[in-house]
């Protein structure tokens, strides 16, 4: 008989694999060689030099089609001299697992994958389990599941239900899950005068006083007081810059960067234009030009609570001890494009160390990860 994949285990053989955005690092590969001998196919779906896997246990098209989503790619580990540890060895000390990709999220991947596994092999399902892993979550996110998605949508490839498992607990290991998202939106506005000589500022027509004033009314909205669902929207402003070195020179133009983070009170075209129309309001004040150029990387989605959210929450309660509430905070993920393929929800690790100098993940709760994830499995496709 075929021992227990253990979670810990492949987690360290993936932390080993500098999978640094955009480099695949072997990690995939290490992937596919594991799921290929559990009899999952696998296929590649690499995109314009991101490098994606699809794996299926089952038949294609089953009517219960389990999906899990996640993702090998990290962010750069900075000065590594300023770790304890090797970012890429996966020292094990302290009962901890160090690592670049520790928290964020070759755990994560590394406890659904040894779950799949263990699961497929010992209680084959009535069913399809599929594995989408993408090495581009961490990046410009354009050709990792979104290139997953769609090929699936070419080959008649489907989930009928998928756990994306980002780190989802902020500081206790199953106190929370996500069901949804708020949306998030980028912006680049440029303001464009006259330059000139600034002992003669009538002669010139200077874009930061109008820029400012704009910013101004924009930081100072309140956007909206949130709902039942979702925090308030919130407006951050990351960057004003002129470029300009000389304190005798009104500048010809300057920029401004701002992030918004919203809810589902707004979308990201409602959001554009209202920043179109304080725009214009600005414009017509000063007499100074603008331009405005926004990302929209995802829109607020939720996934109303129900049976797929209560397996979710009996799993995390039966391994872990605590009940994790639902939530919408944070950030984006790849949630927000699965979200059109079928219903998604979230649930992985605490999340303290991720991105961070001496990132780690204590290795019971990697243990813990996996057994939520099995139980899932067996409750999923023992449902009628």
């Not at 925090?231 to 992030?259: F, M, Q, R, Y």
């Not at 919408?328 to 927000?336: E, F, I, K, L, P």
């Amino acid at each position: 008989m075929t021992a227990p994949m253990d979670p810990v285990d492949l987690t360290a053989r993936l932390i080993r694999c500098p999978s640094v955005t955009p480099e695949e690092g072997g990690a995939l590969q290490l992937l596919e060689a594991e799921l290929s001998a559990a009899g999952f196919t696998c296929t590649r779906v690499d995109r314009n030099g991101t490098s994606n896997l699809f794996a299926r246990w089952g038949a294609k098209g089953a009517n219960r089609s389990f999906g899990f989503n996640g993702h090998t790619d990290v962010v750069p580990v900075g000065d590594p001299a300023e770790w304890r540890f090797d970012p890429f060895s996966a020292t094990e000390a302290e009962g901890k697992l160090w690592g670049r990709g520790a928290c964020d999220m070759k755990s994560g991947v590394a406890a659904f994958v040894a779950a799949a596994v263990d699961f497929v092999r010992e209680t084959p399902p009535d069913g399809a389990v599929v594995i989408a892993i993408t090495g581009d979550e961490e990046g410009d996110a354009t050709d990792g599941t979104v290139a997953l998605l769609d090929w699936m949508a070419a080959e008649g490839e489907r989930m009928t239900h998928c756990l994306v498992g980002e780190p989802t607990c902020p500081e206790q290991m199953g106190e929370m899950m996500k069901n949804g998202r708020r949306g998030s939106m980028t912006a680049r506005i440029e303001a464009r005068g006259i330059q000139g000589h600034a002992a003669y500022p009538h002669r010139a027509r200077n874009p930061l006083p109008a820029l400012v004033k704009l910013l101004d009314r924009l930081a100072s909205h309140e956007l909206d007081q949130g709902n039942a669902l979702f925090d308030p929207s919130t407006l951050a402003l990351t960057t004003i810059d002129t470029g300009n070195p000389t304190s005798n020179v009104i500048p010809a133009k300057a920029h401004a960067v701002l992030n918004i983070r919203f809810n589902d009170l707004h979308s990201g075209d409602s959001l554009t234009g209202w920043l179109e129309g304080e725009i214009a309001k600005i414009r017509e004040e000063t007499s100074v030009d603008f331009s405005l150029m926004v990302k929209i990387s995802g829109e607020s989605f939720v996934t109303p609570p129900g049976w797929f959210t209560d397996l979710v929450t009996d799993a995390v309660e039966a391994n872990c001890g605590r009940r994790p509430v639902l939530s919408t905070s944070g950030g984006t993920s790849d949630a927000r494009f699965i979200k059109d393929h079928c219903p998604v929800v979230e649930f992985g690790l605490v999340g303290q160390s991720m991105h961070k100098v001496d990132e780690h993940v204590a290795t019971d709760h990697v243990h813990q990860l996996k057994g939520v994830y099995r139980h899932i499995l067996e409750r999923y496709f023992a449902a009628e």
